[in-house]
């Protein structure tokens, strides 16, 4: 609900009579999800909301913190709401935001196409000025607001939808004194231009989260990543790869790609879910107890050449994996004219003002060796299954058909339970392969 969007109240507190149109459309946005069966995450706001207009960076006018309705310049029911951090530790403020939930839960918590509330979008950047990440007493303020909208909206107004809130960066880094022990949630944010800022290290924040006590029981979801914004102008390798690694890091379906309004859409880049679904259809995820692995063939990331991401099933009688050829990094892409013009050889800024990253740098820095090596023969260990035991393999296509590339071969576990596979000759034009692994019934003569 940003102010250039849906928002009902950024021009007048606890009024929302300018909010009405916005609040129409809303209705439609849902009732088309409800139609199409799509599932919303709904967030109340946004980041930018509660930062300085020094921070903002990016072309956004007119929704920052100077212009919050909250702040007490713009409004007149309290003049000691003057910095963001006092919004979330006025009692003032408090009462006029559930005024506002409640009528957004009244409004629209009716619909089960409402996956859930997200209070507020990237935490740590919303409370920049007060340095959330390392100031232990505007993290406590934050947690406490927190606790008491998240109470609000289950105790008070008994609403059932799952509750959740966004970070940057570094949340998963100190779970114990963040919001992820009261959210239902644990949502996740990983840009990434370069190979070692990406798949292998987000699989290892959701690991962190399966891991830890007060996170181990809930869903994890990268509900924002992407590349350089500009990337997406020039080729959908990023947004690809994107969608099929985080599928098989035990998150909660695959990683939702920010800059979709840039370039995915009119550039027809959603066609890479046709082959996503067509690999998981019939496949009982939440049934099986499948739990994430993970491979790469060496320890630093500028030396790995192939990595895989696998799910193995409870039963250890079956394996939906997939497999990368590092290579095929966008940077590697130096054939292509149009990254070559956007990325490569500019200065470091590009449509979006402000974010002045020089990816050349980057990218060189951090790009696997070697372009588009094939890899062929490689071989992938496979752990978790059982041991001594015959299963199938089977190969699958990751562009638009989706299908069976129909090679299917017999592998062998271990004593350990495991099992080695070896790259295909032929990787797709992304430089990857999935795999479906299924124990064969054992003959008995």
């Not at 919303?40 to 946004?46: R, Y």
């Not at 959330?132 to 606790?147: A, E, G, V």
């Not at 059932?160 to 998963?172: D, Q, R, W």
């Not at 990543?225 to 994107?242: K, Q, R, S, V, Y």
Request: charged share 25%; aromatic share 16%.
């Amino acid at each position: 609900m940003t102010p250039y969007g849906f928002s009902i109240e950024w021009e007048k507190i606890n009024n929302y009579s300018k909010g009405m149109s916005n609040a129409w459309e809303l209705d439609q946005v849902l009732n088309l999800a409800a139609s199409e069966n799509i599932f919303i995450a709904f967030t109340f706001d946004f980041h930018d909301q509660f930062m300085s207009d020094k921070k903002l960076g990016w072309n956004h006018s007119r929704t920052g913190w100077d212009d919050n309705p909250y702040h007490s310049k713009n409004q007149n029911f309290d003049t000691t709401i003057k910095t963001s951090l006092d919004f979330f530790k006025n009692t003032n403020a408090i009462k006029y935001y559930k005024h506002k939930v409640r009528y957004i839960i009244a409004r629209w918590g009716y619909s089960t196409h409402i996956l859930y509330w997200e209070i507020l979008t990237e935490i740590d950047n919303a409370l920049t000025d007060h340095d959330y990440n390392n100031n232990t007493l505007t993290r406590k303020i934050f947690k406490n607001w927190f606790r008491i909208i998240t109470g609000y909206i289950k105790n008070d107004l008994q609403d059932p939808h799952p509750v959740a809130g966004s970070f940057s960066v570094g949340e998963t880094d100190d779970i114990p004194s963040g919001i992820f022990d009261i959210a239902d949630i644990s949502l996740i944010h990983k840009y990434g231009e370069s190979k070692t800022d990406n798949y292998y290290p987000r699989s290892e924040k959701v690991e962190k989260l399966h891991k830890h006590s007060l996170t181990k029981n809930k869903p994890v979801l990268f509900d924002e990543i992407g590349g350089p914004p500009a990337l997406d102008f020039c080729t959908d390798i990023e947004f690809h790869t994107n969608i099929w690694a985080t599928s098989f890091t035990g998150s909660f379906g695959c990683g939702w790609n920010w800059w979709w309004d840039n370039a995915i859409f009119p550039n027809g880049y959603e066609i890479n879910f046709k082959s996503l679904a067509a690999f998981f259809q019939n496949e009982q995820l939440s049934k099986e107890s499948y739990s994430p692995q993970k491979y790469k063939n060496a320890r630093s990331f500028k030396k790995s050449e192939v990595e895989s991401f696998f799910l193995v099933n409870g039963s250890k009688t079956k394996v939906l994996g997939w497999l990368h050829n590092i290579s095929y990094h966008w940077y590697n892409l130096q054939n292509n004219t149009c990254i070559d013009s956007l990325l490569i050889n500019n200065s470091g800024k590009h449509f979006d003002k402000g974010d002045t990253k020089e990816y050349k740098i980057i990218a060189e820095k951090n790009s696997a060796e070697g372009h588009f090596t094939e890899y062929a023969g490689m071989e992938i260990k496979i752990y978790g299954l059982n041991k001594r035991s015959n299963y199938s393999l089977e190969w699958f296509s990751t562009t638009e058909k989706g299908g069976s590339t129909e090679i299917t071969e017999t592998i062998r576990t271990n004593g350990r339970g495991i099992a080695v596979i070896k790259v295909p000759e032929k990787l797709s034009e992304y430089g990857d392969a999935a795999f479906k692994i299924k124990q064969l019934p054992r003959v008995n003569f």
